[in-house]
């Protein structure tokens, strides 16, 4: 009698215990990479055989937030309708077979946004006992963006400066590592002061040996992506604004140079043009202007070697040939009068030389110059007439000594020029020609 109760009793628990609605999902956590189709799967038993209507339920909430949760398609057996809710649809769709226990979960194109809590909940009536819902988590995992670089701070010697990295987007959270190579492209020896933490990496009085190329490289479990950046650290005075103000300095100083010189080869040009035209004639006391522009020595009385030299052409044939002038003489009745021709025409010349200068003068003051200028030409012009008129008079006087010696050698032509003997003459010797012929 006592073993067939304990038999009864059995059974009945194992009744209960097959009787009851068991909902499973296989994984706790499900991990995709973003814009992936992906399919959640859900499972469920049932005591009642072929149950008349069964109702599947998938909702969400935040993983990390208690908040309420939301349903996004709900399936009713009876009629076979499926509801879904407008934010998921042309994405959310249901994979069921009632008769096997499948109710799974097919999402399209998942995004981060994705990344919840889903629940699968199935409700069969007269069969409400066990455990009617289960949950997952959807994992939706994104590569690292390419991470930006940037330098916080002067790179001057003796600063401190942070080389910052980060990516935008990157789930899980991306890790962050930086490398350095100096000019010479060997890695850098790590100073122990150095840190890095989140991207970060804090540098400490830096030098020139801290100049190089940096390398920021930000990598999960999805994929990694870097940056480069090139540190060049200088010292402090030869930042961008004073290497600017040295160029412009420099460039300042060159335009003053060109244009003082400029102004001087100006200048110099215009001296030369008023030397040529005889305006700085009396800068030069001891020379004269000629016609043709060239300037010679103005001849005083107290020098007269000059006018010897110009008149030994004369005094030579008087010199040299005493015994021909009394031919002359029987010849020509008057014989000086070829020297008074020469003397006059030789005056005549010099007269228009003169007027000629004159007229050049008075051409050029009307040309040239102004009120304020005359007064100074009419100076020089004044000293010129004054050396003119000394020239004329030694010239004068010249002339008259010259006449004199010739009557002197008329009146004894037939006696030594001077007090030196010459040779006796051959009889048979040629007449020279005259120095007038």
Same mark, same amino acid.
């Given at each position: 009698?006592?073993?067939?109760?304990?038999?009864?009793?059995?059974?009945?628990?194992?009744?209960?215990?097959?009787?009851?609605?068991?909902?499973?999902?296989?994984?706790?956590?499900?991990?995709?990479?973003?814009?992936?189709?992906?399919?959640?799967?859900?499972?469920?038993?049932?005591?009642?055989?072929?149950?008349?209507?069964?109702?599947?339920?998938?909702?969400?909430?935040?993983?990390?937030?208690?908040?309420?949760?939301?349903?996004?398609?709900?399936?009713?057996?009876?009629?076979?309708?499926?509801?879904?809710?407008?934010?998921?649809?042309?994405? !959310?769709?249901?994979?069921?077979?009632?008769?096997?226990?499948? /109710?799974?979960?097919?999402?399209?194109?998942?995004?981060?946004?994705?990344?919840?809590?889903?629940?699968?909940?199935?409700?069969?009536?007269?069969?409400?006992?066990?455990?009617?819902?289960?949950?997952?988590?959807?994992?939706?995992?994104?590569?690292?963006?390419?991470?930006?670089?940037?330098?916080?701070?002067?790179?001057?010697?003796?600063?401190?400066?942070?080389?910052?990295?980060?990516?935008?987007?990157?789930?899980?959270?991306?890790?962050?590592?930086?490398?350095?190579?100096? /000019?010479?492209? =060997?890695?850098?020896?790590?100073?122990?002061?150095?840190?890095?933490?989140?991207?970060?990496?804090?540098?400490?009085?830096?030098?020139?040996?801290?100049?190089?190329?940096?390398?920021?490289?930000?990598?999960?479990?999805?994929?990694?992506?870097?940056?480069?950046?090139?540190?060049?650290?200088?010292?402090?005075?030869?930042?961008?604004?004073?290497?600017?103000?040295?160029? !412009?300095?420099?460039?300042?100083?060159?335009? =003053?140079?060109? =244009?003082?010189?400029?102004?001087?080869?100006?200048?110099?040009?215009?001296?030369?043009?008023?030397?040529?035209?005889?305006?700085?004639?009396?800068?030069?006391?001891?020379?004269?202007?000629?016609?043709?522009?060239?300037?010679?020595?103005?001849?005083?009385?107290?020098?007269?070697?000059?006018?010897?030299?110009?008149?030994?052409?004369?005094?030579?044939?008087?010199?040299?040939?005493?015994?021909?002038?009394?031919?002359?003489?029987?010849?020509?009745?008057?014989?000086?009068?070829?020297?008074?021709?020469?003397?006059?025409?030789?005056?005549?010349?010099?007269?228009?030389?003169?007027?000629?200068?004159?007229?050049?003068?008075?051409?050029?003051?009307?040309?040239?110059?102004?009120?304020?200028?005359?007064?100074?030409?009419?100076?020089?012009?004044?000293?010129?007439?004054?050396?003119?008129?000394?020239?004329?008079?030694?010239?004068?006087?010249?002339?008259?000594?010259?006449?004199?010696?010739?009557?002197?050698?008329?009146?004894?032509?037939?006696?030594?020029?001077?007090?030196?003997?010459?040779?006796?003459?051959?009889?048979?010797?040629?007449?020279?020609?005259?120095?007038?012929?």
């Amino acid at each position: 009698m006592e073993t067939n109760i304990f038999t009864f009793t059995l059974l009945c628990l194992m009744m209960s215990g097959v009787g009851a609605l068991e909902v499973t999902i296989p994984e706790e956590e499900y991990e995709f990479s973003r814009g992936a189709n992906i399919t959640l799967p859900c499972t469920f038993t049932s005591r009642l055989t072929n149950p008349p209507q069964v109702i599947v339920q998938w909702s969400v909430t935040e993983l990390e937030v208690n908040g309420e949760r939301k349903t996004i398609v709900t399936y009713y057996s009876a009629g076979s309708v499926t509801d879904i809710k407008a934010k998921y649809e042309k994405r !959310v769709s249901l994979d069921i077979n009632v008769a096997s226990g499948k /109710a799974n979960l097919r999402l399209a194109s998942i995004q981060s946004e994705d990344e919840k809590q889903f629940e699968c909940r199935v409700n069969i009536p007269g069969d409400d006992e066990g455990q009617p819902a289960a949950t997952t988590n959807l994992v939706v995992v994104v590569p690292p963006a390419v991470p930006i670089c940037a330098i916080q701070g002067k790179s001057e010697y003796g600063h401190n400066i942070n080389l910052t990295c980060v990516s935008k987007e990157g789930s899980p959270s991306p890790q962050y590592e930086w490398t350095s190579l100096n /000019a010479r492209k =060997i890695p850098h020896i790590k100073d122990p002061r150095t840190t890095s933490r989140g991207g970060i990496l804090s540098l400490f009085n830096i030098t020139k040996e801290t100049s190089g190329y940096y390398t920021c490289t930000s990598r999960n479990k999805v994929g990694s992506a870097s940056c480069n950046i090139t540190l060049s650290v200088i010292p402090r005075t030869m930042n961008i604004g004073s290497t600017a103000g040295i160029i !412009v300095g420099v460039v300042a100083a060159l335009l =003053i140079l060109g =244009i003082v010189i400029y102004c001087c080869c100006c200048r110099k040009k215009k001296e030369d043009e008023e030397y040529a035209m005889g305006v700085r004639e009396e800068g030069y006391p001891g020379k004269e202007q000629d016609r043709n522009g060239e300037r010679r020595h103005a001849e005083t009385s107290d020098d007269r070697p000059a006018d010897d030299d110009d008149h030994s052409d004369v005094r030579a044939p008087l010199r040299d040939q005493p015994e021909e002038r009394g031919e002359r003489r029987e010849r020509d009745p008057d014989p000086h009068r070829d020297y008074d021709d020469h003397s006059n025409d030789r005056r005549r010349d010099y007269d228009g030389r003169r007027s000629d200068y004159d007229d050049g003068g008075s051409d050029y003051i009307d040309r040239r110059y102004d009120d304020d200028h005359r007064s100074d030409y009419s100076n020089s012009r004044e000293r010129y007439n004054d050396r003119h008129d000394r020239y004329a008079d030694n010239r004068r006087r010249d002339v008259e000594r010259d006449r004199e010696v010739r009557y002197r050698d008329d009146d004894r032509y037939d006696e030594p020029y001077d007090d030196r003997e010459r040779p006796p003459v051959p009889s048979d010797k040629p007449r020279r020609r005259d120095y007038d012929d």
